[in-house]
């Protein structure tokens, strides 16, 4: 074991590096980091990602002279496991309510803005009725999805009120209901900005978390499908975990379900549902929606709901439909065709505890081999 | 920009920690790194991993003041897609070939090693006649899949020749019909270790390539399916990239599959397909086999190919079968039942770039959110 380093911030990848100098037996082998590196972390209270960016993630860093051994002790294995994930993953906290039902309206959308809230304030209320204590929307339900209909359908959410219609009534159904909604997304303005925004509220009605889209859908499959989003829309900027009545919460919007590293993200950082509200199209709906669910949720070990608006062969983009929700185990829980649908199902935690217990692989990843880091959790360590 | 700073190891992470101490205007920005951060990294001419373990790939280093302004020209974006690989993905190399036809010989594997070989021999010659210039064999195709059969079964192949007349079988067939051969894998003893290990020959005969599986099968879904490898097998240290007449592969075995990050990285080494002999099982065969391999091709957009055993209802361990070929749009190319059979199919590796510019997913990435680190290719640079 090497000595202990001083570094003003900590990784293991900072650690790696100052120690490629020394010797080392074979070309493979890579020494253990001084205990300085070692972030335990513990469950964090509250760290909602909202407007007022309050810092990720509160840590807590045990004294140096005892890490190393609590980790050997705890860990075990010559093949790094914890070190996979930069920051080390976050054990899975223990979700406020286990067992609950979870409801996704897939919604038919049109051009009458007035008309697409109160139709999903109906479903909302709905799916409230039938036992939803999480209701999920679809991608862009208050007017059509399209680069000339985005500024014209735009809210200013931070402002809220008559500047946010569509957000207003959401915190409001919330609260009158007593449900969590993740809020599929709507066309938000920020100044001269739009983005592609999922807004949570919790069911006193309160915007927990705001997710803008972080990758932006430009694909170009001649004869298919086109669309360049970044036309009109501006990316978002950080990752979004929410912590909820009904569980660890982290948000994805359509084109961010294709990059598996949002997803690796997340569940590292505790979280035991993403949600991806998304209109997957007549192209890449039938060949990749259902795979990429699957994948991400039997390769993280925890619960994919995603929602689509339904389909209306008539629109200028046509959507794919389908919204589902998997299992922690690949499998397709709840699923519907193309029309408008409010699925109902139980969502139960504990089954992520059984998956995890079958296929442990969070205890046989190879981080001596790949980590993968965190950026902004790690930044935010490194200042904290 | 800030001004270069010289330090004796490369990489993005260790200028990110280095750089953290440095005003920032908001929580979630992510200066640039330094220009000696960045690794530009010609194609490699020569990188196989063998059993002499040469240094894993040569890298060019531009100097040092003209990088950032390269890197900008070249990436344009602020998100730092590049910086979503450590060290940066190489270039897609151009293959040797571009269309060919591979093999996948589901064998039935019985308890009789001298039969084992004959019986893979016939069948490498059977796809070789109808124009296989690649033949994929099963896991574990020498004798029964079982802890108690590995040492059994298992043969020295570094001393090879008698030693190991599984492997010879191989070298010799591969010369005498001029195919490239990823050979399943065999149990292989390596002074007291036992591993799980693919061995991959060129058309010359030559062992380019031995990957010893590097996640061992140690899963418990209680009354569906226990299996313990590392009772008695090895994890094997490093994963395996060979370049071949067919193109520059990427090997795992079965259980590898399971970890998304060995395909990010194999893809990021600019690997053309992945090969992954493997014998799932009734449990997770019908769940997660087919998922698997199409979500590691659609993710990576690249060519996956599986080869599996043959179903024997009265084995110890059942093999699901349903060797399987996907393009690199996640589409199942060519499958089968359970039953022995030999898979020809067509490789076509203009569908990689093709895809790649449909959905530009590695120009999408961001690199200011996450990063995926190929541990030892970045130490190889380090000491390079």
Known sequence: MKAAVSLPYSGNLLLHHLQSSAPRCCSSTILPPPSSSLLFITSPKTHYHNTNRPRLFNTVRTPTTTSISALSSSMGSSFKPEQARVPPALQLPTPPITKFKIGLCQLLVTADKERNIAHARQAIQDA???????????????????????PVYAEDIDVGGDASPSTAMLSEVARVLKIT???????ERCGDKLYNTCCVFDTEGKLKAKHRKIHLFDIDIPGKISFQESKTLTAGETPTVVDTEV???????????????LAMLYAARGVHLICYPGAFNMTTGPLHWELLQRARAVDNQLYVATCSPARDASAGYVAWGHSTLI?????????????????????????????????PLEKQRRGDLYQLVDVQRLNSQGNA
């Open 128 to 150: 409230a009725k039938k036992g939803a204590q999480l209701v999920v929307l679809p991608e862009i339900w208050n007017g059509p999805y399209s680069n000339d209909s985005f």
């Open 181 to 187: 909604i993740v809020g599929g997304s709507i066309p």
């Open 247 to 261: 569980g660890r919460i982290g948000i994805g919007i359509c084109y961010d379900i294709r990059f598996q590293e």
């Open 327 to 359: 299992g922690p185990f690949g499998e397709v829980l709840a699923t519907t065709e193309h029309d408008e649908a409010i699925i109902i199902s139980e969502v139960d935690y504990s089954q992520i505890e059984l998956r995890r217990t079958n296929l």
